[in-house]
């Protein structure tokens, strides 16, 4: 079956510490793997994928096959990271969402 | 800058009504869908469509149906609302072939009474 878990519905993080969102998937077949955002009453949007190995915003995210995971990490987070974060799997012709999980960065 | 739009923020109803929400995207995409955002169940996909005319159910139909007789609209209706119904709406658009490139209205809040 083709799943995404994201296994922390609420993760509380003092500003300049470290971030990790966990996300783990369950696919056959060669993953796609996308994290999306929510910040405060805005839209959701892509944030990054994995096929890119990009950084966005100093989020970074490494597929691990082995482990089949994707999380997302941020070295040092700031007050504006603030959001929902949803982890995504593409199968072909649609996106599986994971339940996301509300980061709430400490003062 | 690239646009979805839904035509309502907010939206109360009744139970039984019919309910129509509508998005529109300007993008010329062939990809468009429709999601359900609960708190603790995250997105869940209701229908979706990849060209005019053309709808693919969802993992959560029951109680929904669509209408895409325009490539830049994309209906959600509600025969009969029903109060597990009330929820956020979201509708996005994606390009041919890329259905992970997805691009999102604001949504629309729907009670229903």
């Known amino acids: 079956a083709q799943r995404v878990t994201q296994p922390e519905k609420l993760l509380s993080v003092f500003k300049g510490a470290p971030v990790e969102l966990k996300c783990n998937y369950s696919y056959s077949g060669s993953p796609e793997l996308f994290w999306y955002v929510q910040y405060s009453r805005q839209r959701l949007q892509l944030l990054l994928r994995?096929?890119s190995r990009e950084s966005i915003k100093g989020f970074t995210a490494d597929l691990n096959k082995g482990e089949t995971s994707f999380h997302l990490k941020k070295p040092f987070a700031q007050e504006e990271d603030s959001a929902m974060y949803y982890c995504?799997?593409?199968?072909?012709?649609?996106?599986?969402f994971g339940k996301g999980t509300r980061l709430h960065i400490l003062p | 800058d690239v646009k979805v739009t839904q035509s309502s923020r907010y939206l109360v109803k009744r139970t039984g009504e019919k309910v129509f929400l509508e998005c529109v995207q300007d993008m010329d995409h062939e990809n468009m869908f429709w999601y359900r955002q609960d708190p603790g169940l995250g997105l869940r996909l209701i229908y979706f469509s990849y060209d005019v005319k053309m709808k693919e159910k969802g993992d959560i139909p029951e109680g929904y149906s669509v209408s895409r007789e325009k490539k830049e609209r994309f209906s959600l209706i509600l025969e009969s609302a029903s109060t597990n119904q009330t929820s956020m709406y979201l509708c996005a658009s994606s390009p041919l072939g890329r259905p992970n490139e997805q691009f999102f209205g604001p949504g629309t809040r729907l009670t229903v009474l």
């Open positions: 995504a799997l593409n199968p072909g012709d649609k996106i599986i």
């Open positions: 994995h096929i």
